[in-house]
C-alpha cells in the first residue's frame, strides 16, 4: 500500500465514524472547545480532507464524537 492509499484510508475512516453520528465540522469544533482542543471548522475540513492529521488529533475525534469502538478492516489486496 502507498503512502497515498493510507491516507485515504484513515481520512475514509474518519469521515464515515462523522457521518455515522450525522455531525458536522462545526459540531465537532464545539465538542473538541469543550475538551481544551481550539479548531475550527475550516481546519477540521482541511485536517481531514487531507488525511495527513497525527494520531492525537485522530484520537480526540474519535472522543468527543463518541467513537468507542473502531472496525479497521483489511486493505483490498488487490
Same mark, same amino acid.
Given at each position: 500500500?502507498?503512502?497515498? /492509499?493510507?491516507?485515504?484510508?484513515? %481520512?475514509?475512516l @474518519?469521515? +464515515?465514524?462523522?457521518? %455515522?453520528?450525522? @455531525?458536522?465540522?462545526?459540531?465537532? =469544533?464545539?465538542?473538541? %472547545? +469543550?475538551?481544551?482542543?481550539?479548531?475550527?471548522?475550516?481546519? @477540521?475540513?482541511? %485536517?481531514? =480532507?487531507?488525511?495527513? &492529521?497525527? =494520531?492525537? &488529533?485522530?484520537m480526540q475525534? @474519535?472522543?468527543v464524537?463518541?467513537?468507542?469502538?473502531?472496525?479497521?478492516?483489511? &486493505? /483490498?489486496? +488487490?
Open positions: 500500500m502507498s503512502e497515498s /492509499d493510507w491516507k485515504n484510508y484513515v %481520512k475514509g @474518519l469521515k +464515515a465514524e462523522i457521518a %455515522k453520528r450525522n @455531525l458536522n465540522y462545526v459540531d465537532i =469544533a464545539e465538542k473538541l %472547545k +469543550a475538551i481544551g482542543v481550539d479548531e475550527t471548522p475550516q481546519n @477540521l475540513s482541511n %485536517k481531514i =480532507a487531507r488525511g495527513t &492529521f497525527g =494520531a492525537i &488529533f485522530m475525534i @474519535l472522543q464524537i463518541g467513537c468507542h469502538d473502531l472496525h479497521i478492516n483489511e &486493505f /483490498d489486496k +488487490a
